[in-house]
């Protein structure tokens, strides 16, 4: 091929013009050549700008084009500043290499075509215009778009399914395979039928998943109902929701389908909190069908976890439902208690730990009503003495007067003891706070109030005489089976969780159970349920819905249990089983792990964590509140008020038996008669037993 006429001219004159672009600045610095150098060097700098400014293609190209001026101007500027001819003829090494890369590099004028010329002997072929499409013989020409033509083509070569023909054909952007069809029946005011998701897929080959049917309802200039159809095929949109759905989408084929984990629900919104390390999912359902319905082991697998790792929890409120899924279990984790979060507010209400969710779960020290009872429930090693701790530090903060009865000493009870107003261990102890606690009812109950009135105790009422008080059983229901106390410890009990409240004072028990056959009675535990936020940690998974429904709570709102520990299971088993190795061992993590039951529905939840091995007075006020002279010398007068550890006085319990084989029976205490009733309720536990003690009291 021969060549190009502007690519002979081009060359020569690169080979002119580098002794002018080597000489003229050497020669004459001021020579109107040198202006005309860089003035092209300067338009072939604008075109380069302009040509990276443009959005269309070819900006290569242009850039290319203009960079002879650019480089030529930069040969003169070079020469115009160096001495003489520069060291080493440096300005004409310059000209003559800017010459070499026209001649040797292909000529900038062949890039001004967007490709190479043809060889001359080839002619150009004329450019033929497609073939338009001929009308479909079923369907008059009404004007219709190329695709709608090409879509009735194919409808028609697939044999007018379900006796339809297309009235509108539109394309899916962004999905080359995806469209939506607008049909009507052949006949006019005939129904269709036949045209099912089977048939619309088998005519464009496609799945069956991939193709909707909708109704079309009537509008302004078109007809609709049963003669039409609205036809959606979609594989593209399938085929990548299949493989990455959004949020929205796996909500509504996963969650909200109706064999999903939530039937019936809609994806509201998806919220990353990156520094709690959660993410939160809102759904709804419609108001008609009530509460969410969730089913937690089908949602954990929808999100790729399980229900029993503890990282997946729901909050239901009304008919929206949040789905909180954490990175890793919140349980797991430890809160630090602090003075800030266990001082109560305005209110009376402090943190005693956190929820599931993230919330902080809050307790109170006194309610409308009056002063709070407390409910603590937990195995051993449950974390109960920490959660009692924790109640204690609380009721201080606030000003109460607290005292605290153990069934057993251990360390951390005694520690707790030390900033208490009284702390004693035994059961004969508890019986003699009871006690006391029985005669302050009366004796609150006639100190008049400033305004010479006696009132219930109320915090926002000013004038009270006196304080709140806080008194703490641990092992409640050991001591209340205690064979000489126990039946009066019962008693007491029931008494002062019904009225004490009215009269600042609250009860708060602390235990392993709240059955009845356990010892608890049904009026103590339904008192103590309504005037407290009742704590319920780390019970054995059979005894969760008896637990619960003792405390009233609605068999469709009984948690699951907890799992045995909130680690994630270590991954590679089978390669340990195929070497022989033993499983790692387990990580029991769950103490302070439970229920708090503020409402009708039991919330998850990690108590705070005191720490008694660091030492727990920075959790206490300095000063420890006590009651007052004119109580304390009530309560002497009725002699209630001593060492309650020391051995029970003469006639503490009655008169002294004359005998000793009488001692259980003739031992009627003075004011509550608690030996006599306590051997009979501890002596019948069975039928037989029962039919016993009827025949020794017909005896007596």
Known sequence: MSTPRSVALERTLYTLAAPVLAAAPNLSPDSPVNTVVQLAGAAGAGG??????????????????WSPLVFA????????????????????????????????VMPFSRHTRRRQRPALATPTPAPRPEPALAPSPAQPDDGADAFTRQVRKLWENRGMPGRTIVVKATPH???????????RACEAGRPISGLTDEVVAAAFGVDVTDVHIEEVARQYGREGGPSWRELHVTPDAKERRRKSPTARERWADRVGGAGGSIPGSEFVKEVRDSQRKVTHYVGQVPEEMGEPRVNLTAL????????????????????????????????????????????PDKDGRWVTGYLGNGQPARNRVYTDRGAAHGLFVAPSGGGKTQLMGLHIAADALFGAVVMLATEAPDEKTAALGKHTARYGIGALDMLRLLRALDALMEIRGEMPWEDGQVHDWDPHLPGCPYRMLSAYFDEFLS???????GAEIMDLAERVSVKGRKYGIGLKVAGQSIYVQDGFTQLLCENLRENCIPVVLKVAPKKVADMFRALGIPPEYIPDPLPRSFSPEEKGRIERVMRGEPEP???SNTGGAGWIVEGKQPDVLRTLYMDFGAGI?????????TLTGHEIRELEKRELWFDWNEPPRPGEFGPEPDDEDDAPWEGGGQRHGGIKSAARRDEVTSPRQALEAIRNLSRT
């Not at 380069?48 to 290319?64: F, H, Q, V």
């Not at 040969?75 to 440096?90: E, H, L, Q, R, S």
């Not at 007075?617 to 509140?625: C, E, K, L, R």
Request: hydrophobic share 45%; charged share 20%; aromatic share 8%.
């Open 300 to 343: 954990a697998a929808v999100l790729k976890t399980k229900y029993d790792e503890g990282r997946l929890f729901v909050t239901i409120d009304g008919n929206q439902v949040l789905v909180s899924l954490w990175d890793s279990s919140p349980l797991a984790q430890v809160f630090p208690a602090t003075r800030e979060l266990l001082t």
């Open 173 to 183: 952007r962004g999905m080359p395979h995806d469209l939506s069809l607008l049909v």
């Open 617 to 625: 007075d920075g959790y206490f006020p300095d000063t420890i509140s």
């Open 73 to 104: 101007a930069a040969v003169d500027v070079a020469a115009k500043n160096t001495i003489g001819w520069g060291p080493w003829c440096m300005d004409a090494l310059l000209a003559a290499g800017w010459a070499a890369a026209g001649l040797l």
């Open 48 to 65: 380069w700008i302009l040509a990276c400014r443009s959005d269309e293609p070819g900006t290569g190209r242009k850039i290319l084009r």
């Open 479 to 485: 001591a209340a089976r205690n064979g000489l106390y």
């Open 585 to 587: 061992p387990s990580n």
